[in-house]
């Protein structure tokens, strides 16, 4: 059975989001839905590629559909008892263009394209010509497919999807259209580095969710106080921390210009963003922040926290960078020590001990680590 989409080249592979599932993950999306397939269910995978979420043996009604026609002609080949379309599955969006009524148990399942056109990350390859309806329109296509899922009114919900649609504030506010209908009830945090072809940096944390229909949804205090599980064991939740967008600015202040003595840090995202960036930078642009300087402990601590960031696990990967304040500042001399090694210029603006030795400031800072991080500990 061809179950990777050999077709494509890469940078189409990336428009489309085909990328093959491993068997593990399709098995977790069917044994999370089994309880609740009935006589009048329908499981439909909207972005099938080759269909390999349907290599799992069950007794239900199943239908597949892909934009890309050659895939539909495969899962056809590999999975002939499936009823395949070729359609695409943003625009015009109903339950008709699948012919499933509205007194159907809807259940819908895969891994839907995520492809944020506004990243950085491999964006000169991106693009965004699919046709989208109005109201499910995003700059991301996962998100856009989370509403195109509510607009098919579906019962049930088992996808992949990246960690950051929910536990990002701004991204979780732009599915709202999903979020006041549907509940996330249970899940499990799985590698993205486990994915041929996907991750050939960083890895980010994807969320297998499972959601519910239901008539409150869900708001962010929700995911706030959702403990999140790991593939291999660990369990988190945002409340767990203490993050330093609570005691600096992440992004620069509008028509501010900056002054001849003035410190310069770039925007901040999450961890792993700061991995890929810069920190301190002594030339203003759009995405530079002028620091207050009674504030500069923290971006101190930012730009340490960069260094020792490769002790973190890849599930905190979209996470804003946390801190906990009052162990920071009994440890602040250590951080101060080892940022003048990097960035010579900060010795004008901060009192250090030059009898702290680099060895004795890294070993202080790795215990701070290893109480902030806990058990996550990497």
């Given at each position: 059975?061809?179950?990777?989409?050999?077709?494509?080249?890469?940078?189409?592979?990336?428009?489309?989001?085909?990328?093959?599932?491993?068997?593990?993950?399709?098995?977790?999306?069917?044994?999370?839905?089994?309880?609740?397939?009935?006589?009048?269910?329908?499981?439909?995978?909207?972005?099938?590629?080759?269909?390999?979420?349907?290599?799992?043996?069950?007794?239900?009604?199943?239908?597949?559909?892909?934009?890309?026609?050659?895939?539909?002609?495969?899962?056809?080949?590999?999975?002939?008892?499936?009823?395949?379309?070729?359609?695409?599955?943003?625009?015009?969006?109903?339950?008709?263009?699948?012919?499933?009524?509205?007194?159907?148990?809807?259940?819908?399942?895969?891994?839907?394209?995520?492809?944020?056109?506004?990243?950085?990350?491999?964006?000169?390859?991106?693009?965004?010509?699919?046709?989208?309806?109005?109201?499910?329109?995003?700059?991301?296509?996962?998100?856009?497919?989370?509403?195109?899922?509510?607009?098919?009114?579906?019962?049930?919900?088992?996808?992949?999807?990246?960690?950051?649609?929910?536990?990002?504030?701004?991204?979780?506010?732009?599915?709202?259209?999903?979020?006041?209908?549907?509940?996330?009830?249970?899940?499990?945090?799985?590698?993205?580095?486990?994915?041929?072809?996907?991750?050939?940096?960083?890895?980010?944390?994807?969320?297998?969710?499972?959601?519910?229909?239901?008539?409150?949804?869900?708001?962010?205090?929700?995911?706030?106080?959702?403990?999140?599980?790991t593939i291999d064991g660990h369990n988190f939740a945002?409340?767990?921390?203490?993050?330093?967008?609570?005691?600096?600015?992440?992004?620069?202040?509008?028509?501010?210009?900056?002054?001849?003595?003035?410190?310069?840090?770039?925007?901040?995202?999450?961890?792993?963003?700061?991995?890929?960036?810069?920190?301190?930078?002594?030339?203003?642009?759009?995405?530079?922040?002028?620091?207050?300087?009674?504030?500069?402990?923290?971006?101190?601590?930012?730009?340490?926290?960069?260094?020792?960031?490769?002790?973190?696990?890849?599930?905190?990967?979209?996470?804003?960078?946390?801190?906990?304040?009052?162990?920071?500042?009994?440890?602040?001399?250590?951080?101060?020590?080892?940022?003048?090694?990097?960035?010579?210029?900060?010795?004008?603006?901060?009192?250090?001990?030059?009898?702290?030795?680099?060895?004795?400031?890294?070993?202080?800072?790795?215990?701070?680590?290893?109480?902030?991080?806990?058990?996550?500990?990497?």
């Open positions: 059975m061809i179950t990777n989409q050999r077709h494509l080249k890469y940078k189409d592979k990336i428009n489309l989001g085909a990328f093959y599932t491993p068997q593990e993950y399709v098995n977790i999306v069917w044994n999370k839905i089994t309880p609740f397939l009935n006589s009048k269910s329908i499981v439909l995978d909207s972005s099938c590629g080759y269909g390999n979420f349907f290599n799992y043996k069950i007794d239900c009604q199943k239908k597949a559909n892909d934009i890309d026609l050659i895939a539909v002609e495969q899962t056809k080949r590999n999975f002939p008892e499936v009823e395949d379309f070729n359609r695409n599955s943003l625009s015009n969006v109903s339950r008709e263009m699948f012919n499933i009524s509205d007194n159907d148990n809807l259940i819908i399942i895969g891994n839907p394209p995520y492809n944020d056109t506004t990243s950085i990350i491999r964006n000169k390859i991106k693009k965004n010509d699919t046709q989208i309806d109005y109201d499910i329109k995003t700059r991301d296509f996962g998100m856009s497919f989370l509403l195109s899922y509510a607009k098919l009114n579906a019962d049930i919900i088992c996808v992949l999807h990246p960690l950051s649609y929910l536990i990002k504030k701004a991204n979780f506010n732009l599915l709202k259209k999903f979020t006041n209908n549907y509940k996330l009830i249970d899940s499990v945090i799985i590698d993205s580095g486990t994915f041929k072809e996907t991750s050939k940096g960083i890895s980010f944390p994807i969320v297998i969710a499972l959601y519910k229909k239901d008539n409150f949804g869900m708001d962010y205090q929700y995911i706030q106080n959702y403990r999140f599980k945002l409340i767990d921390f203490d993050f330093i967008p609570n005691y600096i600015n992440k992004y620069p202040l509008k028509n501010k210009i900056p002054k001849e003595n003035d410190i310069l840090f770039w925007t901040m995202r999450d961890i792993n963003a700061l991995k890929r960036n810069r920190t301190f930078v002594h030339k203003f642009g759009y995405n530079t922040i002028i620091i207050d300087k009674n504030k500069l402990d923290y971006y101190i601590y930012v730009d340490v926290f960069k260094q020792f960031s490769y002790l973190l696990p890849y599930y905190f990967g979209n996470l804003d960078v946390f801190i906990n304040n009052n162990l920071f500042q009994k440890y602040k001399k250590y951080f101060y020590c080892e940022i003048i090694t990097r960035h010579s210029f900060l010795k004008k603006y901060i009192t250090y001990n030059e009898n702290v030795s680099i060895q004795e400031a890294k070993e202080n800072i790795l215990n701070y680590f290893k109480i902030l991080i806990g058990e996550h500990y990497n």
